[in-house]
């Protein structure tokens, strides 16, 4: 079955600290994944997407096949970071399958 | 360029109360999407419009109908507003491979 997991609902981290919010998925084809960000009352906005290999606002997200996950690291966390963050996996019938996102929380 | 753009942004309905949530986008996407978004439950999609001139049925599409009025617009519709129905309504539209772009969101409010 297609899913896509998010274990942690919150995660609080100091200011500096680095941070890594955890996706796996389960996919038996060729996954395309990709993290959103919502701020606060805010739209979800595209953060990265893995076929880019980006790197935005300081976020990198590595698909690991072999471990079926897309973690989202960042190495020094900024206030400003603070906001839910899905995992999304694109799926062949134009269909995105969601992770019930993590809240993360920086704390000065 | 606007990107997706809904309409309204806040409504409050009374139960029974029909309304219609109005979609669009200017970025020539193929695919539009309805979504709602309550505490802890993430994205739920309700229902999806692959191309002009198809709709189908996402993970819950009880008490809401879909128009794709042309490749441009995609409306949502509560025929008979239902307080489980309060909810916050996003549309999306879809370019495969790069991911969606979101509307700024409706907070629907059915007492």
């Known amino acids: 079955a297609q899913r896509v997991t998010q274990p942690e609902k919150l995660l609080s981290v100091f200011k500096g600290a680095p941070v890594e919010l955890k996706c796996n998925y389960s996919?038996?084809?060729?996954?395309?994944l990709f993290w959103y960000v919502q701020y606060s009352r805010q739209r979800l906005q595209l953060l990265l997407r893995h076929i880019s290999r980006e790197s935005i606002k300081g976020f990198t997200a590595d698909l690991n096949k072999g471990e079926t996950s897309f973690h989202l690291k960042k190495p020094f966390a900024q206030e400003e970071d603070s906001a839910m963050y899905y995992c999304?996996?694109?799926?062949?019938?134009?269909?995105?399958?969601w992770g019930a996102g993590t809240k993360l929380i920086i704390k000065p | 360029n606007a990107g997706v753009t809904q309409t309204p942004k806040f409504q409050v309905l009374k139960t029974g109360q029909s309304m219609t949530l109005q979609c669009a986008q200017d970025?020539?996407?193929?695919?539009m999407y309805w979504y709602r978004q309550d505490p802890g439950m993430g994205l739920r999609l309700i229902y999806y419009s692959a191309s002009e001139g198809t709709t189908d049925k996402g993970e819950v599409p009880n008490g809401y109908n879909v128009s794709r009025l042309n490749k441009r617009e995609f409306s949502l519709r509560l025929e008979s507003a239902a307080p489980s129905q309060t909810s916050v309504y996003f549309c999306?539209?879809?370019?495969?491979?790069?991911?969606?772009?979101f509307g700024s969101g409706t907070r629907l409010t059915v007492v």
């Open positions: 970025m020539n996407h193929n695919s």
């Open positions: 996919y038996s084809g060729s996954p395309e």
């Open positions: 999304a996996l694109e799926i062949g019938n134009y269909q995105l399958i």
């Open positions: 999306a539209s879809l370019r495969r491979g790069h991911g969606y772009t």
